[in-house]
């Protein structure tokens, strides 16, 4: 497929799931960059005010009349999607919500894409797809064996991408398996509103704030160092930076492919917060607790790929300026 000729003021991206956190940070870069920028969000974990950029549609997938509308109107180069529910203990519970959510939401955005002539998609994936890899850091060739019901429903996407890659010539998509965001806009902005959420980062800070008693480490007894579950923390503002990488891959033409997003290194649960303690300065209560469903030990990328093929260069690799940015931000709230 040959390059898209257009200004980059003239390059049209629709973003679902922009008011979302990771979503209004990649609306944020989009802007900053000048292009032009719809965010579609149902605003059921979003918030209008996180959309720094251009303007905000509220409906959901499931409403393809709507959808519909929304792309025959605004005629986008390229969409970009991070609707989704992501919470893994949550897809453990109620399967049904995150294949109708994730999967066949996803099918609607496709249909109508292709209905509409929009040819390229950027897909938020995640490295719950690999679920657990025998190779760690884990490379994109790895087997996809998802291990709850969030990860298949992602891997499902990433299934029905590459078989419309193979069907259609001219339609062309970038998935991004990202491992553990975090951190928030270096200015205040915008970070981690969604107030279920369970991630480590968020929930160690909450606690260090008052708003939890305390926190649980979930598993002592995993095959680590120090016995707590080893992730790959990346910032959300790097995040942001290879979708635009990814974008521009697909606007001069690139082919269809898939890209760990990490550091290519790990810290335990343990290390995350000693470092939430040093950077809040508070020593909030710990309890260690048995595993959580639907975890695996550790999680790891091999980043080689992108850094190489997107020529993609992480600017905030440094847990400590992660914890930070996310501590000022939930100060804020
Ligand atoms: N974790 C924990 N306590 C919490 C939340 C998370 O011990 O309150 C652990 C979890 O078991 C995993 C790591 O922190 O080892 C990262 O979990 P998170 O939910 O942030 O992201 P995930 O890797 O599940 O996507």
């Not at 605004?74 to 109708?100: C, G, N, T, W």
């Not at 996809?144 to 429903?153: K, R």
């Not at 649980?216 to 790097?238: A, E, K, L, N, S």
């Not at 269809?256 to 508070?282: L, Q």
Request: with cysteine; aromatic share 10%.
């Amino acid at each position: 497929m040959a390059g898209l000729e257009k200004k980059k003021e003239q390059v049209r991206i629709l973003v679902t799931g922009g008011a979302g956190y990771i979503g209004s940070h990649v609306v944020k870069a989009l802007g900053e960059k000048g292009y032009d920028v719809l965010t579609y969000d149902n605003l059921s974990s979003g918030n209008r005010w996180a959309v720094l950029h251009g303007d905000l549609i509220v409906t959901d997938l499931a409403d393809k009349n709507a959808l519909k509308k929304a792309i025959h109107d605004y005629k986008p180069d390229a969409v970009m999607h991070f609707a989704a529910h992501i919470i893994v203990p949550e897809s453990v519970r109620e399967p049904l919500k995150y294949y109708q959510n994730n999967t066949v939401n996803t099918l609607n955005l496709l249909d109508v894409m292709r209905d509409e002539g929009v040819k390229r998609v950027i897909f938020s994936s995640t490295a719950a797809v690999y679920g657990l890899p025998e190779e760690m850091p884990v490379s994109e060739n790895a087997l996809l064996l998802p291990i709850n019901p969030y990860g298949t429903s992602k891997m499902m996407t990433e299934r029905i991408l590459k078989d419309l890659s193979s069907a259609y010539d001219d339609f062309r998509y970038v998935s991004l398996r990202y491992f553990n965001v975090a951190g928030a806009d270096a200015q205040g902005r915008i970070g981690q509103a969604y107030k279920k959420s369970t991630h480590l980062i968020t929930r160690a800070l909450k606690t260090a704030k008052g708003e939890f008693e305390k926190l649980q480490i979930f598993g002592t007894d995993y095959p680590t160092p120090d016995g707590t579950g080893i992730r790959d923390y990346i910032h959300v503002d790097d995040i942001a930076d290879a979708h635009l990488s990814a974008l521009e891959y697909l606007i001069q033409g690139g082919e269809s492919d898939v890209f760990n997003c990490g550091y290519g290194h790990g810290y335990s649960v343990k290390e995350v917060v000693e470092t939430a303690k040093r950077v809040t300065g508070v020593d909030f209560p710990v309890e260690d607790t048995g595993r959580r469903e639907g975890d695996t030990p550790i999680l790891i990328a091999d980043s080689s790929k992108i850094r190489r093929q997107l020529n993609w260069k992480p600017k905030y690799d440094d847990l400590e300026y992660i914890i930070k940015t996310a501590w000022e931000w939930e100060k804020r709230k």
